[in-house]
C-alpha cells in the first residue's frame, strides 16, 4: 500500500478526486424525477373529488384533464361530453390544447399533425385534409394562394398561433417553415430578380408576412423607360392606389436622372392591413437596383376580420374622394421590425449571401464602388 502514498500527492489526483466528489455532490443536488401520469397524485384522491374538479373545467380543458391517463378518464366520466359535442369553439380549444401538449421532435421541431381549423381536426403533416377537406378549408387554401403566397400553408399558420397561445415557442419553427431565397434571371427582359419570404408573431399576437422582391435592371434603351412591377401587393392596390404605378416610376426616373438613391412613401391598402414601399438606387457597372418590400398583418389564427378582408372584393371609390384605410400603417411595419429602421436603404434587410447570389446572376460587369 505504500506505492499509494506518492499517488495521491499528484496535483493530477488531487484534481480527479475534487471532480469526482463535486460530480457526485452535483448528482444528489439534482431534483427528483417527477412521476408519470399513471402513478400521479391526482391517482391518490377520491374519484369523487377528481369528478368535481373536473366539473369547475370547462368542456375542452376537462376533456384534455381526462385524457392524462384511464385513472383520471374513468373517475371524470363523461359529462363534459355533451358540451364538447355542442360546440365547436370547445372542441377547436381542446385540438389546441391536444397540440400543445404534444412533444415536437427534438431535431425538426416540428408537429407531425396540423391544426385545421375549418375541418376541426388534427391532419398528419404530410397529408392533410385531403380529399375530405371542408368548402371552408378549399375556400381557404384558395385564398392562401391568390392572396397571399404560393408556399403560405393555413395548416401550419393554424398550429403556429394555436402553439403561441400556449406558450409555446415558435421562432424556430417559423424560420424553418419560411421558404428559401428565390433567385433568377429573365434573359427576355435582362432583369434579375430575388424573391424573400419572413414571417414573424407581433407582441399582440398577429402573424405578420414580410415580403421583400428586389431587381436589378439594365439602363434603359429608351430615355424615360422604366419597369413596371408585375409583383401584386395585394388584390386591391389596383383599385384603390393606381398612383402607386407612377410612384415605381418616379423612384426610378430619379435614379437614372443622377440621384444615388431614391423610395416612396409608405402605401397602405385600405381594405386590408397591407403596407408597401418601393425605391430604387445607383449600382455603378450594373444598372440600377429596384426595391419592394411589403408587410401583410395576417392576424391571430382565427376567423378575424383581417383574414377576410384578405380576399374581400374592391369596392370602387367616387371620383375626387379617397378611402383611408382602418389601421395604422406603422403599427403594421414596426409590429415586423420593431425599430429596426434597415428598410428605408433597402441594403439592410437582404443578407450579404443573398445580395452576392442576385449579382452572381446578373450579367452586368461590376464597376468601381456600389
Not at 44 to 57: D, G, V
Not at 235 to 244: E, I, L, R, W
Request: proline share 8%.
Amino acid at each position: 500500500m505504500d506505492y499509494i502514498q506518492p499517488l495521491l500527492t499528484t496535483p493530477a489526483s488531487i484534481l480527479a478526486l475534487a471532480l469526482a466528489f463535486a460530480l457526485y455532490a452535483s448528482i444528489r443536488r439534482q431534483p427528483p424525477r417527477p412521476r408519470n401520469l399513471n402513478s400521479s397524485p391526482f391517482t391518490q384522491l377520491p374519484y369523487e373529488i377528481i369528478e368535481h374538479i373536473a366539473s369547475f373545467l370547462p368542456s375542452a380543458a376537462a376533456a384534455s384533464f381526462a385524457s392524462t391517463c384511464v385513472c383520471i378518464r374513468l373517475a371524470t366520466g363523461t359529462q363534459y361530453l355533451s358540451a364538447l359535442r355542442a360546440s365547436p369553439t370547445e372542441r377547436l380549444a381542446l385540438l389546441e390544447l391536444l397540440l400543445a401538449d404534444t412533444p415536437n421532435g427534438p431535431i425538426h421541431n416540428i408537429p407531425s399533425r396540423l391544426l385545421c381549423t375549418h375541418c376541426v381536426r388534427l391532419v398528419p403533416i404530410n397529408v392533410g385534409c385531403g380529399p375530405s377537406a371542408k368548402p371552408a378549408c378549399r375556400e381557404t387554401w384558395e385564398i392562401s394562394k391568390n392572396h397571399i403566397d404560393s408556399s403560405f400553408s393555413p395548416p401550419f399558420f393554424h398550429t403556429i398561433m394555436a402553439m403561441h397561445r400556449h406558450g409555446h415557442e415558435t421562432d424556430e419553427l417559423l424560420s424553418r417553415i419560411s421558404p428559401p431565397t428565390y433567385t433568377t434571371y429573365d434573359s427576355n427582359t435582362r432583369v434579375a430578380s430575388q424573391h424573400r419570404l419572413r414571417y414573424k408573431i407581433t407582441d399582440e399576437g398577429s402573424l405578420i408576412l414580410r415580403t421583400q422582391a428586389n431587381y436589378i435592371l439594365p439602363h434603359p434603351d429608351v430615355d424615360g423607360q422604366t419597369y413596371p412591377l408585375s409583383q401584386l401587393f395585394c388584390g386591391h392596390f389596383g383599385g384603390h392606389t393606381s398612383p402607386m404605378d407612377k410612384d415605381v416610376a418616379l423612384v426610378q426616373t430619379k435614379v437614372y436622372e443622377g440621384n444615388t438613391w431614391s423610395k416612396s412613401k409608405f402605401w397602405s391598402c385600405p381594405t386590408c392591413p397591407t403596407v408597401a414601399m418601393v425605391g430604387a438606387r445607383k449600382f455603378r457597372g450594373r444598372g440600377i437596383g429596384l426595391f419592394t418590400t411589403w408587410w401583410k398583418d395576417l392576424g391571430d389564427g382565427r376567423a378575424d376580420q383581417k383574414w377576410l378582408n384578405i380576399a374581400s372584393p374592391v369596392v370602387p371609390v367616387p371620383p375626387g374622394q379617397t378611402k383611408t384605410a382602418a389601421y395604422r400603417y406603422l403599427d403594421v411595419v414596426n409590429g415586423f421590425e420593431e425599430g429596426n429602421t434597415d428598410y428605408f436603404d433597402f441594403d439592410g434587410l437582404v443578407s450579404p449571401a443573398d445580395r452576392k447570389e442576385l449579382f452572381r446572376l446578373c450579367p452586368y460587369k461590376v464597376g468601381s464602388g456600389k
